[in-house]
């Protein structure tokens, strides 16, 4: 069992940056996969970002590529998003993700098995 908190999340201007951490209880942290999520009023949840069990591998939704970096500390069982550039498009409730695959990148919601409560990220325009 793994439980995640994220936190980091507020209102910022059109151009700002802000960095999300999600912090992990357990021992295992460092077996699993880890992703960033997001989802909009009125829109699905959609894959942000991911990182392998560790952080050899990355991956990135087209929309943030060249904005957003993932990482992670398993010393301190820990995972997360540095947002810069950011756009109203953006504005979301962005949820992190524990995937039992560690070693794979997967963007399908269905495939990760312990998410977190969510922290709200609000760019203004």
């Known amino acids: 069992q793994v439980q995640l908190v994220e936190s980091g999340g507020g209102l910022v201007q059109a151009g700002g940056s802000l960095r999300l951490s999600c912090a992990a209880s357990g021992r295992t942290f460092s077996n699993y996969a880890m992703g960033w999520f997001r989802q909009a009023p009125g829109k699905e949840r959609e894959y942000v970002a991911g990182v392998t069990w560790n952080g050899g591998d990355t991956g990135y939704a087209d929309s943030v590529k060249g904005r957003f970096t993932i990482s992670r500390d398993n010393a301190k069982n820990t995972v997360y998003l540095q947002m810069n550039s950011l756009k109203p498009e953006d504005t979301a409730v962005y949820y992190c993700?524990?995937?039992?695959?560690?070693?794979?990148?997967?963007?399908?919601?269905?495939?990760?098995?312990?998410w977190g409560q969510g922290t709200q990220v609000a760019v203004s325009s």
């Open positions: 993700a524990a995937d039992l695959a560690g070693h794979l990148l997967r963007a399908a919601p269905y495939e990760y098995a312990y």
